[in-house]
């Protein structure tokens, strides 16, 4: 109540009548009102004006990359349309296309091994991982309900499947590592919204993530 006042606000009901009979909130009134007195009352140290400096000296937007967006887009939609091609049997491979299964499999194993030793690429390796896990089982069901393929041959694709899930708990994992603990009291619970928290008692630090590069025109 004595915080809605100094700061002009409305009051949820008047203190007046708990000051006159509790001296310790009548001095911490008094002596909040003279530091809110010295705070207004000082005035600001003068500032330079460099925005034109600042602006002179920041380089010009250089667009939001659209020439490299348009042309990733491109090669996507190519690379999508032959993979229908190859899945709806109108390319053929031969030989070939088993060298290029074998290299997607060794690819998913270096991303997997690296994803292991360092825990923070595990999520940039979800999306892709998780749209091929996603359509080799639904192609694998169909091949299975025609009996094109045997259940010995779709036990390989566990291993996949496997450490798709995994990838997603170390992605987990790595991401919750940075969330903040809650701050113990001093009696040793924790701590509620509202309550007096120990200062004494600092929370974990949020581990450091990654960060979106500021655009140049907001630079200054």
Request: glycine share 12%; net charge neutral; proline share 7%.
């Amino acid at each position: 109540m004595l915080s809605a006042r100094l700061d002009g606000e409305a009051e949820p009901a008047s203190p007046d009548e708990h000051l006159t009979s509790c001296a310790a909130c009548r001095e911490w009134f008094a002596g909040a009102e003279r530091l809110r007195r010295a705070m207004l009352l000082r005035p600001a140290p003068p500032v330079p004006d460099l925005t034109a400096a600042i602006l002179e000296r920041t380089p010009a937007p250089s667009g939001e990359g659209w020439g490299l967006r348009i042309a990733l887009t491109v090669v996507a939609i190519a690379q999508l349309g032959l993979a229908f091609a190859e899945l709806l049997g109108t390319a053929h491979g031969g030989i070939h296309l088993g060298h290029e299964s074998g290299a997607w499999n060794l690819a998913v194993g270096i991303g997997l091994l690296t994803a292991a030793l360092r825990p923070a690429t595990a999520g940039g390796q979800l999306p892709l991982l998780t749209g091929f896990v996603g359509v080799l089982l639904v192609w694998s069901a169909g091949d299975l309900a025609a009996g094109q393929v045997t259940l010995s041959r779709l036990a390989t694709h566990l291993l996949v499947v496997l450490g798709l899930a995994l990838l997603y708990a170390v992605h987990r994992g790595e991401r919750d590592r940075g969330t903040p603990l809650p701050a113990a009291t001093a009696d040793g619970g924790e701590s509620t919204p509202g309550s007096t928290v120990d200062t004494a008692v600092a929370p974990r630090p949020r581990a450091r993530g990654f960060r979106r590069q500021a655009h140049g025109r907001h630079a200054a």
